[in-house]
């Protein structure tokens, strides 16, 4: 299986931050990757496929890029309603695998 | 609004089987594939299989290959997923969600339904 790695587990951070998230794969997977937000007790929601391309309805502050092995998700100014987890996912292939996961906290 | 609504949370003892529905709504039922995910206690997500709404093919996650089985229902436009044998380690939260085809993003997810498995 393709392992995803991300990083940091957990970011603590103020509203107006910009917070990077980074996520690597261990063997190339061009830019099929998805990022996700999950909060407790709710559906995951998706922010950006292919890498770098925003799900329609998620605001401009979201984007995503790069490709292979390295991507990274960032949030140029960090809102209240953002403290969440973020996950990375690829779908290179049958074996779809999740990173394990970055906590976004208050500061 | 695209809709997928799963059912209610489930308490099984180890060695039985639970069914999970999910059904689908505000969208053409058969033009996307469903997936299958679930996220264990404190634990991250994990991919554990797919069906094609259209002809009723599965691809399943070699993990639960045995265990899992994911039906649907087109008159009713809802999916199914079965798992047996269950262990404590199977407790989760299981999400269904919908992908534009096998290997893809997730763009809607239920709510997830909480399966205790505990003796």
């Known amino acids: 299986d393709i392992q995803m790695t991300q990083s940091p587990s957990t970011l603590s951070a103020s509203v107006g931050d910009r917070v990077t998230v980074t996520c690597r794969a261990s063997q190339t997977i061009s830019t099929w990757l998805a990022w996700y937000q999950l909060k407790p007790g709710q559906a995951p929601k998706l922010l950006i496929y292919e890498a770098s391309t925003l799900e329609s309805g998620v605001p401009s502050r979201f984007s995503g890029s790069g490709s292979g092995t390295e991507f990274t998700l960032t949030i140029s100014s960090l809102q209240p309603d953002d403290f969440a987890t973020y996950y990375c996912q690829h779908y290179k292939n049958f074996s779809p695998t999740f990173g394990q996961g970055t906590k976004v906290e208050i500061k | 609004q695209v809709q997928l609504v799963q059912s209610g949370a489930e308490v099984k003892e180890p060695g039985a089987s639970v069914k999970v529905s999910c059904k689908a709504s505000e969208y053409t039922f058969t033009s996307f594939y469903m997936h299958w995910v679930r996220q264990a206690p404190g634990q991250g997500l994990e991919w554990m299989g797919l069906i094609i709404p259209l002809r009723g093919g599965t691809t399943y996650a070699e993990k639960f290959q045995g265990r899992v089985t994911m039906t649907r229902d087109s008159s009713t436009n809802t999916v199914y997923m079965e798992l047996s044998g269950l262990r404590s380690d199977d407790t989760a939260v299981y999400f269904c969600?919908?992908?534009?085809?096998?290997?893809?993003?997730?763009?809607?997810w239920g709510q997830g339904s909480l399966v205790t498995v505990s003796s």
């Open positions: 969600a919908r992908g534009q085809g096998d290997l893809t993003w997730y763009d809607y």
